[in-house]
Each structure stands twice: as structure tokens, then as C-alpha cells.
Nanobody, 121 residues
């Protein structure tokens, strides 16, 4: 059993900051890429940022320069520091990880439960 639990969402004014966290727990052998996606009702889920186990990062153009993804491999945790938030950043944010469990030959994709971020004055 593997579980991803995200936290840190909330209501913030435009220009403000939030930090999302996501912890992977359970029977885990290794974690490859971790990342964050977001979804607005009626639209497809979109990639926000990813980070490999080696620390290489990738960002959506809309968040480059404003947000930073990081991870603590010892804690199986990925973070998303969101600065200069805009109303259009309002969405449900989902963490994602590719995890290999013991006895598995490859990794599989897992999702967190989602955390709401609302940017409004």
C-alpha cells in the first residue's frame, strides 16, 4: 500500500505565497520523479512542476520564475513553494510520484488526494 498525502493549500490574496507539501508513505522501494499538477473544474489536469530523484526540475511556463519545486528524499516528500500568486492559479493541486514498491520491476504512478488553492482578494 502506498499513499500520497498533500497539504498546505488555502485562501491567499493575489501576490501572496503558499507552500504545498506531499508525503509518500507505505511500502516504498524507490521514488523516481515527483511533481505537482493542477486542475480547474471543466478543464484537463495540467502539469505545474516536476523534479527527478536527481534534482532536475521542469516547470510550466505559467509558473516559471515564481514557483520552486523541491524534495527531501530522506522524508519521501515533495514541496512546491508558490510565490507571487495570481487569481488564475486558483485550482485543486495534486501531487504525483512514480514509485517502485518491493518486488516490483518498475515504478507506477500514484496521485495524492488534491488540495485546494484559492487566490482571491
Amino acid at each position: 500500500q502506498v499513499q500520497l498525502v498533500g497539504s498546505g493549500g488555502g485562501l491567499v490574496q493575489p501576490g501572496g505565497s503558499l507552500r504545498l507539501s506531499c508525503i509518500a508513505s507505505g511500502s516504498i522501494c524507490s521514488i523516481n520523479a515527483m511533481g505537482w499538477y493542477r486542475q480547474v473544474p471543466g478543464l484537463q489536469r495540467e502539469l505545474v512542476a516536476t523534479i527527478t530523484d536527481g534534482g532536475s526540475t521542469n516547470y510550466a511556463d505559467s509558473v516559471k520564475g515564481r514557483w520552486t519545486i523541491s524534495r527531501d528524499n530522506a522524508k519521501n516528500t515533495v514541496y512546491l513553494q508558490m510565490n507571487s500568486l495570481k487569481p488564475e492559479d486558483t485550482a485543486v493541486y495534486y501531487c504525483n510520484a512514480r514509485i517502485r514498491r518491493p518486488l516490483q520491476l518498475r515504478s507506477y504512478e500514484y496521485w495524492g488526494q488534491g488540495t485546494q488553492v484559492t487566490v482571491s482578494s
